[in-house]
């Protein structure tokens, strides 16, 4: 007989309760790998999405056991110690129905925050070289590998207080396009950062990037945003 | 409970932020109102003095202590993380929250301990 762990999985949308399943033990299982063998052999209703299943889509994250994390990489020896796994759907967004939620508003935080590339050129001129060690395309750099799967937005604080809060993914975002030397309207992206919601409701203490499962570090990028516009303004530029 | 999310020295920063910034503001004004008694003159000096020698007065003063120096610690971290670039390791300066908070502790007991 194989091993078996009970896993409290949330069922329904804001009304809703867990339901205990018991699911066979295996080596190298994901919580992904639970999930998906729920509702393989028990309950094919359950409502989960995940596309990629190697950490590079980001729409597998979930609550596990009270933390925000992506299911697919995330080896459940690493996480039931104490032999019990709790699954909830993302805090922060609408529950639709299981461990799916609605990403529309994080989404649509992107937009508002003005995270969209405007270039100068055209497909007639030259290409326009971006040097791959300058201080902009570094900073560009090591934000740049956002998979858009909403575990920081799920762990800040502030986006749970705050409804009109840009959050961390959004703000990383657009940190990223400051530092991008091809980006033509700079000015109005940094202005928008300002807006109400946006890098001055940040913290800083660091509850995005400690979760980010790719190491990502928005709370250094919003830093970034701030420190950007207080040099815009001491320049007289705001 | 704090909730598992939360638990890392950054959010015990946080709360010791919030909780220090909302003491001073409503220490200060308290403060300051014993300060303006004092410049009213030797009576009023005299009765200050004898209710800041209550044990309840003196712990207070000391919270009060604790709370300016945490503030000042916290709030400094925070600037410096978000003023300074980050480079490499320890950049997010949670190293600083622990010794920050024994060197608050210190300070305001050295200084209780010193006007005792
Ligand atoms: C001693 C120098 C001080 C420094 C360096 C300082 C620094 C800061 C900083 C950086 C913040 C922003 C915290 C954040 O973004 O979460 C802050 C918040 C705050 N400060 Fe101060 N501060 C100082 C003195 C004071 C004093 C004297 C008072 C009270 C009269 C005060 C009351 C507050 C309050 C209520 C907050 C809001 C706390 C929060 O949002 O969690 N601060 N302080
Ligand atoms: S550092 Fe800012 S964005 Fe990140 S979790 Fe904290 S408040 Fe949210
Ligand atoms: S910054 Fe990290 S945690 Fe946030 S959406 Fe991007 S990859 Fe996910
Ligand atoms: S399924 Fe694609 S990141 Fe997890």
């Not at chain 1, 909830?88 to 935080?109: G, H, I, Q, S, Y």
């Amino acid at each position: 007989m194989t091993d078996t762990i009970p896993v409290r999985v949330w069922r329904g949308g804001d009304a809703g309760a867990f339901q205990t399943f018991d699911v066979a033990l295996r080596d190298n299982q994901t919580v992904l790998d639970i999930v998906t063998d729920i509702q393989r052999r028990q309950d094919p209703t359950l409502s989960y999405r995940f596309a990629c299943r190697v950490g590079v889509c980001g729409s597998c994250a979930m609550t596990v056991n009270g933390v925000p994390r992506w299911t697919c990489r995330t080896h459940v020896a690493k996480v039931a110690a104490e032999g019990v796994l709790t699954l909830e759907p993302l805090r922060n967004l609408p529950r639709l129905k299981d461990l799916a939620v609605d990403m529309t508003p994080f989404f649509d935080k992107w937009q508002k925050a003005g995270g969209t590339f405007e270039g100068r050129k055209t497909r007639d001129d030259a290409v326009d070289p971006v040097k791959p060690g300058s201080r902009a395309r570094k900073a560009a750099d090591a934000a740049i590998e956002c998979i858009n799967c909403a575990v920081c937005y799920a762990a800040c604080d502030v986006v749970d207080w705050d409804p009109d809060y840009l959050g961390p993914a959004a703000l990383n975002r657009v940190w990223t396009l400051v530092n991008d030397r091809r980006h033509a309207r700079r000015s109005d992206t940094l202005d928008k950062a300002a807006q109400s919601g946006g890098c001055g409701s940040c913290h800083s203490q660091g509850a995005c990037m400690r979760h980010c499962p790719v190491g990502l570090s928005p709370t250094e990028s919003i830093a970034g945003l701030k420190r950007a516009l207080l040099f815009s303004l001491l320049g007289g530029r705001l | 409970m704090i909730a598992r999310h939360r638990r890392d020295r950054a959010y015990l920063a946080f709360l010791g932020h919030r909780i220090s910034g909302i003491g001073l503001a409503v220490f200060l004004p308290l403060h300051f109102i014993v300060l303006a008694e004092v410049l009213s003159g030797e009576a009023a000096l005299d009765s200050v003095l004898a209710f800041t020698a209550h044990p309840v007065v003196k712990a207070m003063e000391w919270l009060l202590l604790v709370l300016v120096c945490a503030h000042l610690i916290f709030g400094l971290r925070l600037l410096m993380l978000e003023l300074r670039p980050w480079r490499g390791r320890g950049a997010d300066r949670r190293g600083w929250i622990l010794p920050g908070l024994i060197l608050a502790l210190a300070v305001g007991t050295l200084a209780m301990l010193g006007v005792v």
